[in-house]
């Protein structure tokens, strides 16, 4: 019994430690789902713009970096991906406050169950980020093909200015925005692109306008980043691989990773995780002592009520 006190001092150090972090949690939880009913909204209203842009005949369009995306299907992507984001989010607060609400019941409480529980999910959550974190470390092109299979996707239904999907408009922002051309260069847009009608009208300085066949998309050209103007207006004619007005030789997923590495910096969110790995090992721990002490004093209550119960029949004889 010379344990109890410091056991029992413990105990009361991880429940505080335990129903802190978890408080937390709360909070983003709920966080988390006030930004998905957010989303959710927004996309309820998108989808009504959609219909109400289908109902007026469907042929309105948008011009988006060489694109003219018709205004109906883009409102209807823009909804089907704020609604699948709102989903995400929804769930992931509601997963988050319930596991938190147990922990927090469980140590302040003490019931084993809730603590089993809730040391389950956190080493289900511990052992997968370091699934994660041990892929991103070892072969981070694990996650960079995600953006490669994508890229690859966009342009084979490319369609260019004369496409009215969304898929050409992203894949020519994507260009524009991040200074790239194709998957890994321009020659991505040479075969296999049956959708795309190359054909490109172009008007001179004496406003004499004729018409050729594109060897990149426009936008794989470089623009003005003030108002995204072409630097050259010569450049889709040329087919010009000069870099200081095309970015033809510049594959966008290269492009896009090496942006992300640099400006985000990817590398210092991973070491974020490997510090919540030792965060989420002493609550692990924490519940465990808590479960343990919990389970001592229940077999010292048994104990001593068989104690009493023996005396009384002793007694009785």
Known sequence: MASDG???????????FIVFVN???IIFGVLFSILGILLLVGSSLIQSMSSTAASDGG?????MFGSHVNVSNYYSSLSVLSGSMAGVL????IVIVIVSCIGCFGACIGVPACLIIYVVCVSLLFLGQVVVIIMWFVNSNIFKQGTRDSLQVQVSKFKGDRGDDVDSASLSMVQAMFGCC???????????ISNWNRSYTLTDKNNRTFTFNLTYPVTCCKFHLNNYTLIDPYCPYNGSSDPTVSNSNIGCHGRVWEVIDTQWQLNRFFYGLCGMLGLQILLIIGALVIFTVKRQEQQASRSAHA???YKMVRQNI
Do not use: K, M, W, Y
């Open 6 to 16: 410091p056991l029992a001092c413990c105990r009361v150090l991880c429940c505080v």
């Open 23 to 25: 408080i937390i949690s």
């Open 59 to 63: 042929n309105q369009t948008v011009s």
């Open 90 to 93: 929804i769930g992931l607060g």
């Open 182 to 192: 194709g998957v890994d260069n321009g020659t991505d847009f040479h075969v296999g």
């Open 307 to 309: 104690e009493v119960e």
